[in-house]
C-alpha cells in the first residue's frame, strides 16, 4: 500500500505543482507582452487559469503525502516536519502573493485596453512583472527544496 500512496503523491506532484511552477514563471513575460500587443492578452489569461485550476489540484499533494507518510510511520521525522513547513510557505507564497498579484495584473491589463493609456502603466507593469518573478522564483525553490528533502531524506531506505 505504501508504493501505492508514494506514486499517488509523487504523480500528484508531477501533474499539479508542475504545471503551477512553468505557468507562473511565464506569466510575467506575457503579461508584459499583453501590455506591448492587445492580441497577447489571451495568454496572460491562460497561464493565470493554469496557476489557479492546478493550485487547487495540487491539494492531492499534502492529501497522498500525509497518507504515504502515515503508511511508513514517519510523520514525527524532522525531514518531513521540515517538508511539510516549506510546502505550507510554498502554498501561502501561491495564494497570497503570485494568483492575487497575477489576477489584479489582469485586471489593470482589461482596464488599459479599455482605453487607459498604456504608457504610463508601462512603468508599473515592468514593476509588477519583476515581483511575479521574484515571487514565482521564490515558490520554485521552495519546491526544489521539499523536493530534494523527499529524495535524500535522513534514515532513507533507498541506499542513496
Same mark, same amino acid.
Given at each position: ?5 508514494? !506514486?499517488?503523491?509523487? =504523480?500528484?506532484?508531477?501533474? $499539479? ?7 507562473? !514563471? ?13 492580441? #497577447? ?5 491562460? =497561464? ?7 493550485? #487547487?489540484?495540487? +491539494?492531492?499533494?499534502?492529501?497522498? #503525502?500525509?497518507?504515504?507518510? !502515515? ?5 514525527? !521525522?524532522?525531514? =518531513? +516536519?521540515?517538508?511539510? /513547513? ?11 502573493? +503570485?494568483?492575487? &498579484? ?8 482589461? /482596464? ?5 493609456? &498604456?504608457?504610463?502603466? /508601462? ?5 509588477? $512583472? $519583476?515581483?511575479?518573478?521574484a515571487a514565482t522564483g521564490v515558490f520554485n525553490l521552495l519546491w526544489a527544496t521539499v523536493t530534494v528533502l523527499m529524495i535524500v531524506r535522513p534514515?532513507?531506505?533507498? /541506499?542513496?
Open positions: 500500500m505504501t508504493k501505492f500512496l508514494l !506514486s499517488l503523491h509523487v =504523480l500528484a506532484a508531477i501533474i $499539479a505543482v508542475g504545471p503551477v511552477a512553468v505557468a507562473a !514563471s511565464m506569466f510575467p513575460k506575457a503579461l508584459r507582452r499583453a501590455y506591448e500587443d492587445a492580441e #497577447g492578452a489571451a495568454w496572460p489569461r491562460l =497561464l493565470y487559469r493554469v496557476c489557479r485550476v492546478y493550485a #487547487g489540484v495540487g +491539494i492531492a499533494v499534502p492529501v497522498f #503525502g500525509f497518507a504515504t507518510a !502515515s503508511n511508513m510511520g514517519v510523520l514525527g !521525522s524532522a525531514w =518531513l +516536519i521540515t517538508a511539510i /513547513g516549506l510546502t505550507a510557505v510554498a502554498a501561502g507564497v501561491l495564494a497570497l502573493w +503570485i494568483l492575487p &498579484a497575477q489576477q489584479a495584473a489582469l485586471e489593470d491589463l482589461a /482596464g488599459a485596453g479599455d482605453g487607459a493609456d &498604456a504608457d504610463a502603466g /508601462g512603468v508599473g507593469v515592468a514593476k509588477v $512583472a $519583476a515581483r511575479l518573478g534514515g532513507s531506505t533507498t /541506499g542513496a
